[in-house]
């Protein structure tokens, strides 16, 4: 079974408008951490915002905001006033256990390609 | 800057062939990863270190060697074991803490082709 799931591989928005990006997650463990990050198409991956599963409050940089829904097991995020340059793959990915100290690698999912029109 | 580098941006591999990819971090990072990424899809896990001289194997270690002897460099090894080695991979760091929530930092990557 897929630990993270993001159900759109591809999203159209206009210009200025709010855009969110669903993301469900699988782990048994009480303690994990979630980030979002962007791929533009040139490769690199830029860190966008990350929720912990004890944080109380939905996180939130900028623009970005993380709508958490801990029973749902769901951790969409969320794009305020879009722009040209918001056009990226956008990834979900989960590291389970952290509380334990270490530091295993990031579980992603498949990402969904954001595409802003003008 | 502080960063991480990778290089070559670009490799090509001929059948039968080993190459090495470089990953170098002035982040002062303790951890530090290697991900390997197919079209459409999201990252996979080869290798991650913690610590110089100690490191663990990912999902996807098999065809792929790594050395951690200093601390700001991890160069990844794909082996002629690597049946299909084409992909895109990225390296990232990390600071190390007792919660371990601090974000991965990526490099730029290396696209590796077979000839």
């Known amino acids: 079974a897929q630990k993270i799931t993001q159900t759109q591989p591809g999203m159209f928005v206009q210009e200025k408008e709010a855009v969110t990006l669903d993301c469900t997650y699988d782990t048994s463990d009480q303690s994990y951490g979630l980030f979002w990050y962007k791929q533009p198409s040139s490769g690199e991956m830029i860190f966008l915002i990350y929720q912990g599963s004890y944080d109380e409050q939905n996180a939130t940089e900028g623009r970005y905001s993380l709508n958490f829904q801990k029973a749902r097991k769901s951790a969409n995020l969320v794009i305020s006033a879009s722009q040209l340059g918001d056009s990226a793959m956008y990834f979900c990915?989960?590291?389970?256990?952290?509380?334990?100290?270490?530091?295993?690698?990031?579980?992603f999912g498949k990402g969904t390609h954001l595409i802003i029109q003008p | 800057d502080g960063g991480i580098t990778q290089s070559p941006k670009y490799l090509f591999r001929k059948e039968g062939q080993n190459v090495t990819l470089s990953c170098e971090q002035n982040?002062?990072?303790?951890?530090m990863y290697w991900y390997r990424q197919d079209p459409g899809q999201g990252l996979r896990l080869i290798y991650y270190?913690?610590?110089?001289?100690?490191?663990q194997k990912g999902d996807i270690a098999e065809g792929y060697s790594v050395s951690r002897e200093k601390k700001e460099s991890f160069p990844l090894t794909v082996t002629s074991a690597q049946k299909n080695p084409t992909a895109f991979y990225l390296c990232a760091s990390s600071i190390l803490d007792t919660y371990s929530n601090q974000p991965q930092h990526f490099g730029d990557g290396t696209r590796l082709s077979i000839l």
């Open positions: 990915a989960m590291r389970e256990s952290y509380s334990g100290g270490g530091a295993d690698g990031l579980t």
């Open positions: 270190s913690q610590i110089v001289n100690d490191f």
């Open positions: 982040l002062n990072h303790d951890a």
